[in-house]
């Protein structure tokens, strides 16, 4: 690995500490080197908050530095006024002289402007280091403006004989296919992505709060499918506690609180329609916890993006079978007594 590559890999570890927090902006980390040696360092914490390069230029303690340094980060310097100014004014105003940048912002508003005007102030500017690397740490960022649609995670739980649930769900709700320590990391997971979304039978069934009450950080916006309006109020998916969005036929739905309504025509468009609908709501990852139809909906339309599949050490016999998949097994992941698979679509 060259010096370049290894200062792009702690930009790419640096944004990777804002991972769930920054939607619905990109993860982006930096850092400032003057004669081979780090002398600042910042990455994206929030929406809203200064951008990497920012943090990076203020860490440094002697500014009179930056005029003879390089300054690296994971994602093209802005060009616009958004809710903070211009990063790539910034770098200029300091009179930075090199900028390395690991993959160009495909975000309209930047889309190349950046580069361009750190060239026409006489920086040298260096693109495309460890881009794939890049281009996968924001990988939702890049779905959404690319694609126009959220990137797609589809996850359940099966035994190890392929089924996820029982024939019948009289003894516990919900049915604990995978272990305690498989279930905080499906926590985790919920806190890293924007939205979570289930359908009509699995909220009657597990009554669920989709919340990340056994990790930190947020609980991600809640989608549920509802084509009759089947959930009443005493369902936790109407708490108002975290935004929910119900998707139905019924078109004379009203907002209220925390509650938000679409209609949708629930055919075979239905997965294109709710990815339409959570683009709409500027939604950029969404995890589908749903049961069997409503996972293979999604798989049936091709529309999905990664599978996390927990498999269970416990066998049901018979049951709900899992969802039928093929795709590229990127991950083979040992918790416990459980095994975690992860699919790429490919």
């Known amino acids: ?70 300054i690296y980060v994971s994602l093209e310097p802005c060009s616009h006024f958004g809710k903070t100014p211009p990063c790539s004014d910034l770098i200029i105003t300091h009179k930075i002289p090199n900028v390395v940048i690991g993959t160009i912002d495909p ?37 959404f403006h690319q694609k126009q649609r959220p990137y797609i995670i589809l996850k359940w739980a099966e035994s190890v004989d392929g089924f996820i649930a029982p024939t019948s769900k009289t003894e516990q709700k919900p049915i604990w296919i995978s272990n305690p320590f498989s279930r905080q990391l499906v926590h985790k997971l919920r806190s890293e992505e924007q939205a979570i979304l289930v359908g009509t039978q699995t909220v009657l069934d597990d009554n669920p709060k989709l919340d990340v009450r056994d990790w930190e950080g947020e609980n991600p916006v809640r989608i549920v499918l509802d084509r009759t309006e089947k959930i009443t109020p ?78 269970g050490s416990t066998g049901f016999t018979n049951g709900i079978s899992a969802p039928n998949l093929s795709g590229k097994q990127i991950k083979k992941q040992v918790i416990l007594d459980d095994e975690l698979l992860i699919f790429r679509n490919v």
């Open 1 to 70: 690995m060259t010096s370049t590559e290894k200062y792009m890999k702690r930009c790419i570890e640096l944004a990777q500490n804002g991972l769930g927090s920054t939607y619905p902006n990109p993860m982006v980390g930096s850092v400032i080197v003057h004669e081979d040696k780090i002398i600042g360092e910042g990455w994206h914490r929030k929406a809203g908050e200064p951008h990497a390069e920012v943090n990076a230029i203020n860490s440094v303690k002697d500014k009179s530095l930056l005029s003879q340094s390089t």
């Open 107 to 143: 975000f309209a508003k930047v889309a190349g402007n950046g580069i361009k005007k750190l060239m026409e102030a006489g920086i040298n500017v260096t693109i495309g280091v460890l881009e794939d690397e890049c281009n996968e740490l924001n990988k939702r960022f890049f779905t």
């Open 234 to 311: 005493d369902y936790f998916v109407k708490d108002t506690k975290t935004k929910t969005i119900f998707i139905s036929e019924n078109q004379n739905f009203k907002n209220s609180d925390n509650l938000f309504y679409e209609n949708c025509t629930f055919d075979t468009s239905l997965a294109h329609n709710i990815s339409d609908i959570l683009f709409k709501h500027e939604i950029q990852s969404v995890i589908v916890e749903g049961g069997r139809k409503t996972l293979q909906t999604f798989i049936d339309a091709n529309l999905w993006d990664e599978a996390w599949i927990f498999r």
